[in-house]
């Protein structure tokens, strides 16, 4: 679909930044939105079309207006207490969705996450088929539940709708996860988790756009799709090899797991009681993200997209060693 018309909402954020330079590198035109001029100016610079607007406000449909594909990559990616991340992940998509379908947008790709099935508990090789939590570990990962109930429902009306469940996704010109672990390992702040032997997957964002490529051309409208960097690693040798590349050395020190689930569940318990007057340090949906096992099945991915990893955990991590010089 290299001549298509590409419509990416979140064009700044990292991930809508990565696709809007993929899919504009290999020939399409891609209108990306963005919610303010400096972002647009960045979109310009990075091969695609800016357009102003927000999905909760913004009435998008004559935006969307000539796209083939539309793309939704934003999302509000608060983990913490009482975030408005529910509302934003679950009604943006409904709005964005309903502008799609009035725009006539031929197909739609949902970026998700392995958030809406974390509960707190470890997730060790999970498939498509596992259910969502009763009890979500928190308002990002339940509004992202939300979203893929929307957009499924979305899907059995007609409208031809695939989405991606990517985990932990790192790489180059990475502007969320890597920051914070670096700014937590050079205050001091960062500890492993009970040793941080647990295993963990991630998707290498460069093998999120390819992945991207084969839902296009390959994804079952209503499927969702698992996605990482092939077989996991141990959650510390990842996070170690991420600082490593930045000239960070990883912290020595360790944290049990259970001290830090009382903590979570102290700070949401302190956040309920108070009506959201008391924040804790440590989000149930942050400790759900890092502390224990999350592994991804990709074997759906692999039968149905053909999707096979392209970018390897070393060439990625040579790729951060080298924007140290950028």
Not at 118 to 146: C, F, H, I
Not at 218 to 230: A, P, V
Not at 239 to 255: D, F, I, Y
Not at 308 to 317: D, H, I
Request: charged share 25%.
């Amino acid at each position: 679909m290299s001549d298509a018309c590409i419509f990416v909402t979140g064009a700044a954020g990292y991930v809508g930044r990565n696709l809007l330079r993929h899919l504009s590198g290999r020939g399409s035109r891609v209108t990306g939105l963005v919610r303010n001029t400096e972002a647009a100016d960045r979109v310009a610079g990075w091969g695609g079309q800016p357009v102003l607007g927000d999905i909760m406000e913004t009435d998008l449909a004559p935006l969307l207006a000539g796209s083939d594909v539309l793309i939704h990559a934003a999302a509000s990616t608060d983990h913490g207490i009482g975030s408005e991340a529910y509302r934003t992940n679950a009604e943006g998509t409904r709005r964005v969705l309903e502008a799609a379908r009035r725009a006539g947008v031929g197909r739609i790709i949902l970026v998700s996450t392995d958030s809406v099935l974390q509960s707190g508990r470890p997730l060790r090789n999970v498939d498509e088929t596992a259910p969502y939590p009763r009890r979500p570990a928190g308002a990002y990962g339940a509004g992202k539940a939300k979203a893929e109930r929307i957009a499924r429902r979305a899907a059995a009306d007609g409208q031809h709708i695939v989405i991606l469940r990517p985990r932990m996704v790192w790489g180059r010109d990475d502007t969320t996860a890597l920051p914070v672990l670096l700014a937590a390992a050079r205050s001091g702040q960062l500890a492993w988790i009970s040793g941080g032997t647990y295993l963990s997957s991630t998707l290498h964002v460069a093998n999120l756009c390819h992945a991207v490529d084969l839902a296009l051309e390959r994804g079952q409208s209503g499927e969702i799709y698992h996605l990482s960097d092939g077989p996991a690693r141990p959650f510390r040798e990842t996070v170690t090899g991420l600082l490593e590349s930045q000239g960070v050395a990883p912290p020595t020190k360790t944290v049990p797991r259970s001290v830090l689930r009382t903590v979570a569940r102290a700070g949401e318990a302190a956040y309920r009681l108070s009506g959201g007057r008391l924040r804790g340090p440590l989000s149930l949906q942050e400790f759900s993200t890092s502390a224990v096992e999350i592994t991804l099945d990709i074997g759906k991915a692999e039968r149905e997209l053909g999707y096979v990893p392209t970018m390897t955990w070393e060439r990625g991590l040579e790729e951060l060693r080298a924007m140290r010089g950028d």
